[in-house]
């Protein structure tokens, strides 16, 4: 049985979308989603489903789309020391012009490190609480003063770590923002959107100073 949260992403899928979301397909994005596995694989995926990586990920990144949404973008860097390869994960509020490996306080610069990011997606818990309608969340969102949550450009690195050592690979974030588009030529993930417009923005603010 489908999710009826997830009934406004097929929709939008069917809409805007080159896949035709026949029944096998929606319940076999129901069930990927839904299951207990906290990193989704969209390579697994695929082979499943007897369809192309690309749309694939571009399937998953719909679903990163909302605040909440079903699936958050875990984004990092392997630490390029031979005896470390640890995974740097990204803060949304990194200031620095430099990031440094946690494991073996190897430094890379911003403009070198960017270029070597990737994305692994996550499921949301959060979207799937239901909320009860007095709670500070939607307190907050519906607040004429515009205190929202910021939206989940990406999840903080909250799983356990064996959860990140299991065989999935990172997908290169300039392969993400190429296929982030719809058939409209519009912004499938929002999110993700903005995340490549700020870290645009960085590199030039790095590259001015």
């Known amino acids: 049985m489908l999710d009826k949260k ?23 994005i129901n069930d990927f989603i839904l299951d207990t596995d906290r990193i989704k694989d969209p390579y697994k995926f695929a082979h499943h489903n007897k ?14 789309d909302g605040n909440p949404a079903p699936l958050n973008m875990l984004m990092y860097v392997d ?43 996550i499921k949301n818990d959060e979207f799937f609480i239901t909320k009860p309608p007095t709670c500070t969340y939607d307190i907050l969102t519906r607040s004429d003063s515009g205190l929202k949550p910021s939206p ?9 770590q064996d959860e990140m050592k299991k065989n999935i690979a990172g997908i290169p974030l300039d392969t993400l923002t190429t296929l982030n588009t719809t058939s409209k030529k519009e912004a499938i993930s929002k999110p993700l959107s903005e995340l490549d417009e700020r ?5 030039m603010d790095f590259k001015i100073t």
Not at 96 to 118: F, G, N, P, S, T
Request: net charge negative.
């Open 51 to 64: 369809l192309d990586v690309e749309t694939a990920l571009q399937l998953f990144l719909y679903f990163t």
């Open 199 to 203: 870290l645009s923005r960085s590199m």
């Open 152 to 160: 989940a450009i990406f999840q903080s690195p909250s799983i356990a």
């Open 6 to 28: 997830l009934e406004k992403y097929f929709k939008r899928i069917d809409k805007d979308s080159h896949v035709v979301l026949n029944t096998a397909l929606k319940s076999s």
């Open 79 to 121: 630490c390029q020391e031979l005896d470390c390869k640890s995974p740097i994960y990204l803060d949304e509020w990194q200031s620095h012009d430099y990031i440094a490996c946690l494991h073996c306080a190897e430094q890379y610069l911003k403009e070198d490190i960017m270029r070597m990011v990737k994305v692994k997606f």
